[in-house]
T-cell receptor, first 111, second 116 residues
């Protein structure tokens, strides 16, 4: 069964620190990887996607992909209290069709 | 870009009635849309995949006769919850998938359904 695993957290970091969120997946055939942010009571919001090994940076966010080790991570630099949310890792389930979501990691950034 | 809307944002209905939820991709065409359900403090649960011009594909355990999906155009998919019961009360979220690149999905704001 194809799975995406995330630590549920909460991951607590001080304001201004780097938050590191990790995700592992089981399907070696996965092609694209996504990070979504979900605030309580709201729908998920796409932060980044990555499909090549290595790092991809967008502002304070960096996604890292290692297909050999089957993990993808999200780094948030200069964390702000407004970054406090649940972060969902998602992996495409082949054929670029449905996404397989992890259960999410709750991030708490405290002042 | 990549904006998805849903209507209504919240709805209260009586047990036994039907409710229709609309999902629209506002600035791109989406041949494929997805419907999810999320209960409080739980993960997203994919209910079905909606393909324009064809029948929806339902996930295991989702009653296709209860959750009717229609994807009649490249920008609109609808979910109708028929004969709603209190246990159908949930947060229903749609997403639309772009047709190139990473084929990423963009989510609508969700519809909160309460069945009394």
């Amino acid at each position: 069964q194809k799975e995406v695993e995330q630590n549920s957290g909460p991951l607590s970091v001080p304001e201004g620190a780097i938050a590191s969120l990790n995700c592992t997946y089981s399907d070696r055939g996965s092609q694209s990887f996504f990070w979504y942010r979900q605030y309580s009571g709201k729908s998920p919001e796409l932060i980044m996607f990555i499909y090549s090994n290595g790092d991809k940076e967008d502002g304070r966010f960096t996604a890292q992909l290692n297909k050999a080790s089957q993990y993808v991570s999200l780094l948030i630099r200069d964390s702000q209290p407004s970054d406090s949310a649940t972060y969902l890792c998602a992996v495409n389930s082949g054929g670029y069709n449905k996404l397989i979501f992890g259960a999410g990691t709750r991030l708490a950034v405290h002042p | 870009g990549a904006v998805v809307s849903q209507h209504p944002s919240w709805v209260i209905c009586k047990s036994g009635t039907s409710v229709k939820i609309e999902c629209r991709s506002l600035d791109f065409q989406a041949t494929t849309m997805f419907w999810y359900r999320q209960f409080p403090k739980q993960s997203l649960m994919l209910m079905a995949t909606s393909n324009e011009g064809s029948k929806a594909t339902y996930e295991q355990g989702v009653e296709k006769d209860k959750f009717l999906i229609n994807h009649a155009s490249l920008t609109l998919s609808t979910l109708t919850v028929t004969s709603a019961h209190p246990e159908d009360s949930s947060f229903y979220i749609c997403s639309a998938r772009v047709t190139s690149g990473a084929y990423e999905q963009y989510f609508g704001p969700g519809t909160r359904l309460t069945v009394t």
